[in-house]
């Protein structure tokens, strides 16, 4: 069971990347999108922010969560 869980956390992840490279999403938005809890969504943000994915990570002025260009920060 554990295997389940993490390939479908690994697709979410994913999933949550992709969603914010198009444009920028608040947390609320993608726990929508992806029907889990928006804690759920905090923790993943978090860790896409982590190595090995390191995602450059950016929240807006109205709490959206976007992908940043690390070269122009």
């Avoid at 608040?26 to 982590?50: E, F, G, Y």
């Avoid at 709490?63 to 920060?73: I, K, L, Q, S, T």
């Amino acid at each position: 069971m554990s295997g389940c869980r993490s390939a479908k956390r690994a697709v979410r992840l994913l999933a949550i990347r992709d969603a914010l490279h198009e444009r920028p999403h608040t947390v609320s938005q993608l726990a929508a999108l992806l029907q889990v809890s928006d804690d759920a969504v905090r923790n993943d943000l978090v860790d896409l922010q982590l190595p090995p994915l390191s995602v450059p990570l950016q929240v807006d002025e109205r709490g959206r969560w976007y992908v940043g260009d690390p070269m122009n920060d």
